[in-house]
């Protein structure tokens, strides 16, 4: 059995790459929560014209909507967003999943009410050309 003593240059080296690995749980940290924090953006058709709003998603809340057909209710409950009640006859928008991710959706589409989930500050493009 061949036994080995740990030198100076081994020492060195494992320091640097735990820095290295500290340095980058830091850095992916810091750029996580730079990113902005996550709003609601909620679209409404209703009488020929169409309105958005912009909600915090960290702050609980209830929101009347004015749609197409009347009010839809959007709750915002523990960092969720969903349809609570909707004017539209199947009622399909309150069955649809909680939206909490970035970049998720949800539609009351008789009612002409659209919601979903956006970072703060993040650049949404729907094309580009050159």
Known sequence: MISRKLKVFDFVSLAICLSFVAFSFVFLKKNKTANGRDLLVISAESGGKKDSYIYPLNEDGLYKIQGILGISLIQVEGGKAFFADSPCPNKICTASARISQDGQWAAC???????????????NFDGIAE
């Open 109 to 123: 589409l008789p009612n002409g009410v659209f919601i979903k989930i956006e970072k703060e500050g993040k650049k």
